[in-house]
């Protein structure tokens, strides 16, 4: 089992900057392929970013390719999601998501651990 946990959430101006991180429980972490999701209010979960076990492999939804890098540290069993030039659009709640596998998916419905979310407000 594979707990989860984001931080680095909050309230930024439109261009503004955040970096999320996700720290895991585990060191077999290491193995896992990592992604991002967001969820705005009445709207489904979508894929932002993810990467795979190594950093090799990574997946961009077209919204934030350009703004958003996606990466991590498997010594701090870590990973992390810097957005730039944030805009009104990517306010949502932002979970990280491990799956049993070192590759990447590109859908929600992939990924077998969950963290509980954490809020990002852009305001315009």
């Known amino acids: 089992q594979v707990q989860l946990v984001e931080s680095g959430g909050g309230l930024v101006q439109a261009g503004g900057s955040l970096s999320l991180s996700c720290a895991a429980s585990v060191r077999a972490f290491a193995w896992n392929a990592v992604g991002w999701f967001r969820q705005a209010p009445g709207k489904e979960r979508d894929t932002v970013a993810a990467?795979?076990?190594?950093?090799?492999?990574?997946y961009y939804a077209d919204s934030v390719k350009g703004r958003f890098t996606i990466s991590r540290d498997n010594a701090k069993n870590t990973v992390y999601l810097q957005m730039n030039n944030l805009k009104p659009e990517d306010t949502a709640v932002y979970y990280c998501?491990?799956?049993?596998?070192?590759?990447?998916?590109?859908?929600?419905?992939?990924?077998?651990?969950w963290g509980q979310g954490t809020q990002v407000t852009v305001s315009s």
């Open positions: 990467i795979n076990w190594s950093g090799g492999s990574i």
């Open positions: 998501a491990a799956r049993r596998s070192t590759l990447v998916a590109a859908e929600p419905n992939g990924y077998d651990y």
